[in-house]
């Protein structure tokens, strides 16, 4: 298993259905930031404590292109593993980036980010539960988890992330023949992609107001 550290970052392709495993040592109260940046392929990256058991799971709503954001403070001392998979069986080969950002004793901050990191996958999960539902009811409930988590993705200072939510809320707004409101969010989540530099999202917005 390949060794993560600080300032050392891997490249690496991944096809569909393929997944690589990473490993990092960790002292109790240590904070780690970690980023898996896809560059062609959508991944999820999950984390596993020393014991084995998943303790943490990303999946931004950002598609083939951007950073999939790790923060975790560890509440024991040993070997954690970072698990980088392919989101879809059938994906096409693409590459991505695996770096540590920082490594250090956890603040009080970082506390709180991991809260926000942990609220905002659980409202973004349930909202794309709701929407796969595909009642106007459910659709409506979904656009609430997802507003819910806008704020945490702003106090993780994730531009890219927030877009994505946007995004998906202008979609299903689409989907609801809410024209005007769908406009809106898509207008919201265009200078965030901007500020994000990923142009990428900035014409996968154009394209959703071409629709509009």
Request: aromatic share 6%; charged share 25%; hydrophobic share 35%.
């Amino acid at each position: 298993m390949v060794t993560l550290e600080l300032g050392k970052p891997i490249e690496r392709e991944l096809a569909g259905g393929q997944s690589h495993s990473y490993q990092i040592t960790l002292a109790a109260g240590q904070y780690l930031h970690a980023v898996v940046d896809q560059r062609g392929i959508d991944v999820v990256v999950r984390v596993f404590g020393p014991d084995g058991k998943q303790i943490l799971e990303v999946d931004s709503p950002n598609g083939t292109q951007g950073p999939e954001p790790v923060f975790l403070v560890a509440e024991v001392a040993g070997i954690y593993k970072l698990e980088v998979q392919s989101l879809e069986k059938n994906a096409k080969p693409g590459r991505y980036e695996v770096r540590v950002e920082e490594l250090r004793a956890a603040t009080l901050q970082d506390q709180s980010r991991m809260a926000s990191l942990v609220a905002t996958r659980k409202a973004y999960t349930q909202g794309e539960q709701l929407k796969a539902q595909a009642t106007a009811q459910s659709r409506r409930q979904a656009i609430e988890r997802y507003q819910e988590s806008l704020p945490h993705w702003r106090i993780l200072g994730d531009s890219i992330g927030e877009a994505g939510i946007l995004s998906s809320i202008g979609q299903v707004y689409f989907l609801l023949g809410e024209r005007q409101k769908a406009l809106d969010s898509y207008n919201q989540a265009l200078p965030l992609y901007r500020a994000g530099n990923d142009p990428n999202g900035e014409a996968g917005m154009f394209r959703l107001i071409g629709n509009v």
